[in-house]
């Protein structure tokens, strides 16, 4: 069903796990599976991706996706990484069973997901700081 390439990543993952120091964090479902996938990143004062991981429970697919996705996001900037798209994840992949397609938009919502998280933690940071004034 899976080509050798996605097979090779799903057997070699990398990035899995919990992050420590995360400061954001995406948590997505897949209502159709019930499959859920966590991405945690670690982004720096310039807004850059220092670190990222990700835990998924999920099919090959899913969790060959977030592997890649994890590792294509690493040294970019939020937007770059933001711009990426579950067609890049599957390009890198060398293609998906078209009936596993769906699978891969988890990895690009849960990256949406934790830099959502990450905006938020640093309003709330501001509006922290602007209230100890
Ligand atoms: Fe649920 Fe692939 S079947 S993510």
């Known amino acids: 069903m899976y080509n050798d390439k996605v097979m090779k990543v799903f057997k070699e993952l990398k990035n ?36 990222a991981k990700f835990k998924t429970f999920g099919c090959v697919a899913a969790i060959a996706s977030t592997s890649i996705a994890t590792e294509m996001i690493k040294g970019k900037s939020i937007s770059e990484a933001l711009e990426l798209k579950n067609s890049d994840f599957i390009q890198e992949l060398g293609g998906l069973p078209p009936q596993k397609i769906h699978c891969s938009i988890m990895a690009e919502e849960a990256i949406k997901a934790a830099v959502e998280d990450y905006y938020k933690r640093i309003e709330k940071q501001q509006k922290n700081y602007i209230d100890e004034e």
Do not use: H, Q, S
């Open 16 to 51: 899995v796990g919990n992050l420590k120091g995360a400061n954001g964090i995406g948590r997505v479902g897949n209502a159709a599976c019930g499959d859920i996938m966590k991405i945690y990143l670690k982004i720096n004062e310039d807004g850059i991706i220092e670190d």
